[in-house]
Nanobody, 125 residues
């Protein structure tokens, strides 16, 4: 089993930055597809970014492209989400998700077997 723990959330002013971490335990996730999703109150869970096991292939939602960067450090068994130029509409609970398969439909939450508990990001205007 894989356990995922997110950290790094908090309160930031619009235009500021945060770096989220997703630390895995139980198994190495170096060959896993890992993604970040977010969910705001009253809204569905939304795909944000995905990174393949190679680390060189990444995907982003249009809403965050150019502002957010996903990366991984396999030695630390951790995936990161660097968030810059934050906007009030970025406020949500952010979740990391992982799956051992090389997922084709990486933007679908249902494709991931393992999830963290989430970390809250609040952006003040």
């Amino acid at each position: 089993q894989v356990q995922l723990v997110e950290s790094g959330g908090g309160l930031v002013q619009a235009g500021g930055s945060l770096r989220l971490s997703c630390a895995a335990s139980g198994r190495t996730i170096s060959t896993y597809t890992v993604a970040w999703f977010r969910q705001a109150p009253g809204k569905e869970r939304e795909f944000i970014a995905c990174i393949r096991w190679t680390g060189s292939t990444t995907y982003y939602a249009d809403s965050v492209k150019g502002r957010f960067t996903i990366s991984r450090d396999n030695a630390k068994n951790t995936v990161y989400l660097q968030m810059n130029s934050l906007k009030p509409e970025d406020a949500a609970v952010y979740y990391c998700a992982a799956d051992r398969d090389d997922i084709v439909y990486y933007f679908l939450a249902s494709k991931y077997d393992y999830w963290g508990q989430g970390t809250q990001v609040t952006v003040s205007s």
